[in-house]
């Protein structure tokens, strides 16, 4: 690059100060522009007001990042992906879901989130979720840009061989867009270690190269030893920092958890060997409440429920002869301590007034934005401890990118390795929160994570020019 094109790249040059930047003068022209630019993306739209209200004031202070338009090359995706996944029932009925990627944001390193199969799953989830890792992976203070894809399709009531083919038909399409230094998906919802397994063969099958474009695999096919555990577990260690904060500890606490999948399977085994007592799980049919609280043997049987038989969360209110609560969800049910582990926007108003009037102090997000902006709202009016999932549930992507670490040096770390780093990664997030969401003697977390998260990426891209 010549003298004069590096110098058309900084953030002095007069030229990159375009009418849009100059035109946000306020919060909301930006915000109304975001919502003409993306019509009907509610997910998104909310996801990005979150993260403009807390970092506007550290803007108002640098102009450098409004005179560079920042946030309107934030809010944009670096590029979306779109495509047919076509496959075939054992019936031999033909099949069509739509597959996305969203790789929003490499201005930290290589595009990085999971992949969900969900029917719910269009471009506004995807969107959101994307924008959200953005900041996640930047908290985590690892090298990791922002991502997120999936598809519309439902791997619930699928036998294995049709779970395959539909992970094989995704692959064929998505392996020409992804590499270990690009791109690297891994789970999210429906998409667990099967579906990782089915997904990474057809990779390796295409691609003709063993590495790690993927991440979740099992250790026998490269993956990392606590990855599995690594979303449920950094939620507690998140959880025990806050505490830690007010001087209390996890010891004696009852806990509420909604989901019975990854996250919440391991939120729970984490919060059990640290002492408190769950109480509840979930899944999209109803929860459970056990007022005796889970044990290892009941873990168990949950695990084995639901990764291998796949079966419903009410079978185990029959076994162990707990109430059941058909269609309902956990938020209801007194306790200290309330970790939503199963999906976005599970805790409406109503239920974080409950949750308040029963006496719960802290509530962290396992799960990606389950707390609606009006929940949150009644959570810090209230003066709860509050999470926000970017922060509490980032120790899954952290222990991914140490999955990734490995697979480049071809070597496999430690059980004990891989969690005592994660436990310094979850305590640095904390750390963090507090250094930039310190307010008259009281932390909020959101902001706290939002302008961490923010700086680095925003720095990043400025110093990488208009690109
Ligand atoms: P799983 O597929 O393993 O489990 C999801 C759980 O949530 C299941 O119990 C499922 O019930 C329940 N659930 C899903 N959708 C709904 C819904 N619409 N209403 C009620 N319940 C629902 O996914 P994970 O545990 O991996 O993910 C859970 C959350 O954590 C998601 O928000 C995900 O984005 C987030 N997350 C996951 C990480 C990871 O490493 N896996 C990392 C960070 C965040 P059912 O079986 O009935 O569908
Ligand atoms: O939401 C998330 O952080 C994840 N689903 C994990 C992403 C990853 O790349 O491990």
Redesign the pocket.
């Known amino acids: 690059m010549t003298e004069e094109q590096l110098k058309s790249n900084t953030i002095d040059n007069p030229e990159l100060k375009t009418n849009g930047a100059v035109g946000y003068s306020s919060i909301d022209t930006f915000l109304k522009r975001v919502k003409e630019k993306n019509p009907g993306e509610i997910e998104f739209f909310e996801a990005v007001k979150e993260v403009i209200d807390s970092v506007w004031e550290l803007l108002e202070k640098h102009p450098r990042y409004l005179h560079t338009n920042i946030l309107e090359r934030l809010t944009e995706p670096e590029r979306v992906i779109m495509f047919r996944v076509p496959w075939t029932d054992d019936q031999g009925h033909v099949h069509i879901n739509r597959g996305y990627r969203v790789e929003f944001n490499s201005a930290i390193g290589p595009y990085k989130g ?1 992949l ?1 199969f ?1 029917p ?1 799953v269009n471009l506004d989830i995807l969107k959101f ?1 994307a924008f959200e890792q953005t900041f ?1 992976n930047s908290l985590t203070t690892l090298p990791i840009g922002g991502a997120k894809g999936g598809a519309d399709f439902d791997p ?1 009531g699928k036998s294995d061989s049709e779970v395959m083919r539909f992970c094989q038909s995704f692959m064929t399409e998505l392996y020409r867009y992804i590499g270990p230094e690009t791109d690297i998906p ?7 270690r099967r579906e990782i397994g089915y997904l990474f063969g057809q990779y390796k099958r295409l691609s003709n190269e063993f590495n790690g474009v993927m991440t ?1 695999k099992s250790a026998e096919s490269g993956g990392s030893l606590l ?1 599995p555990e ?3 577990y950094g939620l507690v260690y998140f959880v025990s920092e806050m505490l830690q904060a007010q001087n209390q500890n996890l010891e004696g606490q009852t806990i509420t958890i ?8 391991f939120a729970a085994e984490k919060s059990i060997h640290l002492g408190g007592k769950v109480v509840s ?5 109803g929860a459970i409440y056990d007022p005796e609280g889970l044990d290892e043997e009941k873990l168990a049987f949950v695990k084995h429920l ?1 990764n291998e038989k796949r079966g ?2 009410r079978e185990y209110a029959q076994k162990y002869d707990v109430t059941y609560l058909e269609n309902q ?1 956990p938020w209801n049910i007194s306790c200290d301590i309330a970790l939503p ?4 926007n ?1 805790i409406g108003e109503q239920d974080a007034i409950a949750l308040v009037e029963n006496g719960c102090r802290c509530v962290a997000e ?5 707390c609606q902006p009006k929940a949150v709202q009644v959570f810090l009016e209230n003066g709860l401890l509050f999470g926000p ?1 970017k922060a509490a ?5 952290a222990v ?1 990118q140490l999955e990734m670490a490995q697979n480049s040096m071809h070597t496999q770390w430690s059980r004990s390795e891989v969690d005592t780093r994660l436990q310094e990664i979850m305590r640095n997030i904390h750390s963090k929160c507090i250094t930039h969401g310190e307010a008259g003697g009281n932390i909020n977390y959101i902001k706290g994570a939002n302008i961490a998260g923010f700086i680095k990426v925003a720095d990043a891209m400025l110093q990488q020019g208009l690109v």
């Open positions: 999971g969900r969900h719910s979720l996640k619930k891994a789970g999210d919802i429906g998409v667990g979740g990855r690594a979303t449920g909604s989901g019975s999948g990854n996250v919440a399977q799980l979930s899944d999209s049919d639901k419903r969360i969800t582990c199963a999906t976005e599970e396992g799960a990606n934005k389950p999932g549930n980032a120790g899954g992507v991914s």
